[in-house]
């Protein structure tokens, strides 16, 4: 069945360090893919999306490619700060018999001054 | 635009009390859901709605009920909690299933 598998956290990094989540998904065919952030204490909110291979998806300094050659769809950042501090979610979206949206587990991230 | 709104934010209950949990959206979107989001293992869907009047289940429904009388609600029924329902609850809600879903800020429940 469908899946999305996330690096395991939690993740801690020095500000201005490069961020890197990976995130893998597994699909009978080319799903929709997102990543969501959820800060301290709130609900999940959109950070970017791509719909179809070789889509970047861009949001705040955050990027991610969908690459089909390795079902991948990893998040990376040039320069974290602080207020990135959050947890982040690769979810994918496949238009199926059962049509939902599936998250993975989720990677915390701590920035550090 | 509120969004999408839940209440209450924190309820703590006993072991067999039932209770609703409410979640609202002014965004005039069909789709709606509910999630439970626990340690390490992410969101998992519990029901989801494609329009007034129609629901169905996700990966986790025993124990809850929903329904869908309007299109702005979609209450969440948990009929005699027990402990393994303590978590935290999102609803959300997006205009089609393909597209971006909008959270509310979750209900943190603990059941005793």
């Known amino acids: 069945g469908n899946s999305v598998t996330q690096m395991e956290g939690p993740v801690t990094l020095s500000e201005e360090a490069f961020l890197t989540i990976n995130c893998t998904y597994t699909a009978t065919g080319y799903p929709s893919l997102f990543w969501y952030v959820q800060y301290p204490g709130e609900g999940l909110q959109l950070l970017l999306k791509?719909?179809?291979?070789?889509d970047k998806g861009s949001n705040k300094g955050f990027e991610a490619t969908y690459r089909k050659e390795t079902t991948s769809f990893h998040l990376e950042k040039g320069s974290v700060q602080v207020s990135d501090s959050a947890v982040y979610f690769c979810a994918s979206f496949m238009k199926t018999s059962y049509d939902k949206v599936i998250f993975g587990p989720g990677t915390s991230l701590s920035v550090i001054p | 635009n509120a969004g999408v709104t839940q209440t209450p934010k924190f309820q703590v209950l006993k072991t067999g009390q039932s209770m609703t949990l409410q979640c609202a959206q002014d965004?005039?979107?069909?789709?709606m859901s509910w999630y439970r989001q626990d340690p390490g293992m992410g969101l998992r869907l519990i029901h989801y709605?494609?329009?007034?009047?129609?629901?169905d289940q996700g990966e986790v429904p025993n124990g809850y009920n929903v329904s869908r009388s309007t299109t702005e609600d979609f209450p969440l029924r948990l009929l005699s909690a027990a402990p393994s329902q303590t978590s935290v609850y999102f609803c959300?809600?997006?205009?089609?299933?393909?597209?971006?879903?909008?959270f509310g800020p979750g209900t943190r429940l603990t059941v005793t």
């Open positions: 791509a719909t179809k291979a070789d």
């Open positions: 709605s494609v329009g007034a009047g129609i629901t």
């Open positions: 965004m005039n979107h069909e789709y």
């Open positions: 959300a809600s997006s205009y089609g299933r393909a597209h971006e879903q909008y």
